[in-house]
């Protein structure tokens, strides 16, 4: 079974205790050292006993992340995308293939208008 790249996972490769705040950090695209001064700007400003609890319980039930996760920098920046607006990334995808079809009908303009003699091989081959 593939792993869902959708999902929050500890990510242990970059990880300085268990991962959590490193797989926050690859979840949300926030630099991971951002993260790690928001829980311990957290943890000192009064919420010491339940953001250590909220740690070790995340630490206990998140899955590590699975090695190959992302094919390069590119994908992991993708998902990290669809993870936090999903809306904005499937307008992307669509005004793509928009923008590819566009594309594809110019080219298909110029070949069969310009190119009588391939116009009458393409009307041949129907």
């Not at 999902?7 to 268990?18: G, R, T, V």
Request: some cysteine; hydrophobic content about 40%.
């Amino acid at each position: 079974m593939t792993a869902r790249r959708t999902k929050f996972y500890l990510d242990k490769q970059n990880a300085k205790m268990m991962g959590v705040c490193s797989g926050l950090a690859d979840y949300t695209g926030i630099d991971a050292l951002w993260v790690r001064v928001g829980v311990i700007v957290l943890t000192i400003m009064g919420g010491f006993p339940w953001t250590v609890i909220a740690y070790f319980v995340t630490a206990w039930l998140a899955e590590a992340k699975p090695m190959g996760l992302y094919e390069d920098a590119e994908e992991a920046r993708f998902w990290q995308g669809v993870r936090t607006n999903p809306a904005r990334s499937a307008k992307e995808v669509r005004s793509s293939f928009r923008d590819i079809d566009r594309r594809l009908s110019d080219i298909e303009l110029h070949y069969t208008s310009s190119n009588n003699r391939l116009a009458r091989e393409i009307d041949s081959l129907r």
